[in-house]
């Protein structure tokens, strides 16, 4: 399973940006798929996810601003993001996960920076 991720750069406070990540490869049974973020000197965190039947979940502190999707018949998640703010620049990875023969398997995208100027 590969992953490839789109979008991100520079937006001012405020503003709107959006990713996507394809997903290829053995993707039939792929489960859930969303987005990492890490800024500098923090740890990886959960932004959103999405499964396979639509459920989502989100950060507490992106609720409301950002909005996750994904396009099952063509294997890529969306995140688009609203009312930026500086706190949300951070390298943001792609995430899907399979599940096979009783494991789960993650997968991870290349990252790409978003960063939020005030």
């Known amino acids: 399973v590969q992953l490839q991720a789109c979008g991100g750069g520079l937006v001012q406070a405020g503003g709107s940006l959006g990713l996507s990540c394809a997903v290829s490869?053995?993707?039939?049974?792929?489960?859930?798929m969303g987005w990492y973020r890490q800024a500098p000197g923090k740890e990886r965190e959960l932004v959103a996810l999405?499964?396979?039947?639509?459920?989502?979940n989100y950060l507490d502190n992106v609720k409301g601003r950002f909005t996750i999707s994904r396009d099952n018949a063509k294997n890529v998640v969306y995140l688009q993001m609203n009312s930026l703010e500086p706190e949300d620049t951070a390298v943001y990875f792609c995430?899907?996960?399979?599940?096979?023969?009783?494991?789960?398997?993650?997968?991870w995208g290349q990252g790409t920076l978003v960063t939020v100027s005030s």
């Open positions: 995430y899907a996960d399979d599940y096979v023969l009783g494991t789960t398997f993650s997968y």
């Open positions: 490869g053995s993707t039939v049974n792929i489960k859930n």
């Open positions: 999405v499964n396979n039947g639509g459920s989502t």
